[in-house]
């Protein structure tokens, strides 16, 4: 079968057992109460780390607006899109190697389960979608818009193919469980200093 039908990815694999987000209980109250929209999210008032992403000088002053309909995108959004381009945007040596890599790989991977998923050829549904504007503050940034970018049209798609009876719910479910590890893995790449890693990338002892 498939490779994406492995089991899920191991986001915690060579990397330390931290949690890189503590959410600002100043902003769950007032976001967690607003009501779903035609996507059945909840809009996202605030993004977790604003702060620190102002304070950072940005390699790039680009902004996108992505386009999701997951709860897991609208989450990773929310909680740790500005940590992680604040935390790639002073990467140096071998962070920026080990960031790279995980950024490379997830996107690789993302776009091979696309293509597997889309070869069974399922009819396509129309989502609704919710759109935020973000920070791109470095090239590698942008590359990890593109995975979630990748990984919404992933949810969708994967949908679409079980409404088609062309894979499982279960399927679906360890696709994207593994599609979910390999992005929170990126996260927590990007915990360490710059200089826990050594040049190949590599975590220091």
Same mark, same amino acid.
């Not at 490379?104 to 919710?130: C, N, Q, S």
């Given at each position: 079968?498939?490779?994406?039908?492995?089991?899920?990815? *191991?986001?915690?694999? *060579?990397?330390?057992?931290?949690?890189?987000?503590?959410?600002?209980?100043?902003?769950?109250?007032?976001?967690?109460? !607003? /009501?779903?929209?035609?996507?059945?999210?909840?809009?996202?008032?605030?993004?977790?780390?604003?702060?620190?992403?102002?304070?950072? #000088?940005?390699?790039?002053?680009?902004?996108?607006?992505?386009?999701? /309909?997951?709860?897991?995108?609208?989450?990773? %959004?929310?909680?740790?899109?500005? &940590?992680?381009?604040?935390? #790639?945007?002073? +990467?140096?040596?071998?962070?920026?190697?080990?960031?790279?890599?995980?950024?490379?790989?997830?996107? *690789?991977?993302?776009?091979?389960?696309?293509?597997?998923?889309?070869?069974?050829?399922?009819?396509?549904? +129309? &989502?609704?979608?919710?759109? %935020?504007?973000?920070?791109?503050?470095?090239? !590698?940034?942008?590359?990890?818009?593109?995975?979630?970018?990748?990984?919404?049209?992933?949810?969708?798609?994967?949908?679409?193919?079980?409404?088609?009876?062309? #894979?499982? +719910?279960?399927?679906? +479910?360890? %696709?994207?469980?593994?599609?979910?590890?390999? #992005?929170?893995? %990126? /996260?927590?790449?990007?915990?360490? *200093?710059?200089?826990?890693?050594?040049?190949?990338?590599?975590?220091?002892?």
């Amino acid at each position: 079968m498939s490779a994406v039908l492995e089991p899920p990815h *191991d986001p915690q694999r *060579d990397v330390p057992l931290l949690d890189p987000i503590a959410v600002d209980p100043n902003t769950r109250s007032s976001n967690d109460s !607003l /009501s779903p929209s035609s996507t059945g999210l909840k809009p996202i008032q605030r993004l977790t780390s604003d702060s620190r992403i102002d304070r950072i #000088i940005p390699d790039s002053d680009a902004v996108t607006v992505l386009r999701y /309909s997951s709860q897991f995108a609208r989450n990773f %959004i929310r909680g740790d899109y500005n &940590f992680c381009a604040s935390k #790639i945007t002073v +990467a140096r040596g071998g962070k920026t190697h080990a960031l790279e890599s995980a950024l490379r790989d997830t996107a *690789d991977w993302l776009r091979k389960a696309l293509v597997w998923v889309e070869k069974h050829e399922a009819r396509t549904i +129309a &989502f609704p979608a919710e759109h %935020i504007e973000l920070k791109v503050t470095r090239p !590698l940034a942008g590359l990890l818009v593109r995975c979630l970018t990748q990984y919404d049209k992933l949810f969708v798609a994967t949908m679409e193919a079980v409404l088609a009876e062309k #894979i499982t +719910a279960q399927d679906r +479910a360890t %696709i994207l469980a593994n599609a979910e590890g390999r #992005i929170k893995h %990126i /996260s927590l790449v990007c915990v360490p *200093d710059n200089d826990r890693y050594q040049a190949d990338g590599s975590l220091r002892d």
